[in-house]
Structures are given as structure tokens and as C-alpha cells.
């Protein structure tokens, strides 16, 4: 059994910042990419950004570019997504996913894991 276990989540007030982590919990697994997703109540979940396991390749969905930074510690199993300059509108769900297959298409890929989510609220 794999599971996936987001912590770090919290409310905060704009321009703060927070760290998300994501660990493997159970059974160990050959991953190719892992990934943080984000869902508003009433709208899409929506890709937030994704490295590869080796971390050789990253990319961010355009509103996280220059203040998000997503890294993967393998020795520990756990991914986090430092969120910087933190804004009204990231207030959402925020969940972590892990692929076991390799896809040239990070943002698009079917993810086979998912965590159960971390909310995450900042007030303007």
C-alpha cells in the first residue's frame, strides 16, 4: 500500500511564505516525476509544478514561476514546494502526486498517487 501524505499547510496573511512537504508513506516505489496540484472549491484541480526524480528537469505552471520552488529529497522520500510572496488567490487545496512512468509532458501526465491534501489560506 502506498499513500502520500501532504503537512505544512496553514493560513497566513499575503507576502508571507510557506513550505509544503509530501512523504512517501508504506511501500517504497520507483517514481519518475513528482508533482503539486492545487483545487479551489468549485474549479478544476490545476497543475502547480512537477521535477523529475534525478531533479534533472522542473517546471512550474506560469502563476508559480519565481515564487514557487518545488525539490526532492529521495534519500527521505519526500518532495516539498516552497511557496514564496504568497497572494490571495493561492488559497486553495493543495495536493502532492507521484508517477511511476516516464512522459515528456510533466504538467498533463497521469499520475498514479495522489496525497489527501493540505489546505492552504492566505488573507490579503
Known amino acids: 500500500q502506498v499513500q502520500l501524505v501532504e503537512s505544512g499547510g496553514g493560513s497566513v496573511q499575503a507576502g508571507a511564505s510557506l513550505r509544503l512537504s509530501c512523504r512517501v508513506v508504506?511501500?517504497?516505489?520507483?517514481?519518475?516525476?513528482m508533482a503539486w496540484f492545487r483545487q479551489v472549491p468549485g474549479k478544476e484541480r490545476e497543475f502547480v509544478s512537477a521535477?523529475?526524480?534525478?531533479?534533472?528537469?522542473?517546471v512550474y505552471a506560469e502563476f508559480a514561476k519565481g515564487r514557487f520552488a518545488i525539490s526532492n529529497d529521495n534519500t527521505k522520500n519526500t518532495w516539498d514546494l516552497q511557496m514564496n510572496s504568497l497572494k490571495a488567490e493561492d488559497t486553495a487545496v493543495y495536493y502532492c502526486?507521484?508517477?511511476?512512468?516516464?512522459?515528456?509532458?510533466?504538467?498533463?501526465?497521469?499520475?498514479?498517487?495522489w496525497g489527501q491534501g493540505t489546505q492552504v489560506t492566505v488573507s490579503s
Open positions: 508504506g511501500r517504497s516505489f520507483l517514481r519518475y516525476a
Open positions: 502526486a507521484a508517477a511511476r512512468r516516464y512522459s515528456t509532458d510533466l504538467v498533463n501526465h497521469n499520475y498514479d498517487y
Open positions: 521535477i523529475t526524480f534525478g531533479g534533472g528537469a522542473s
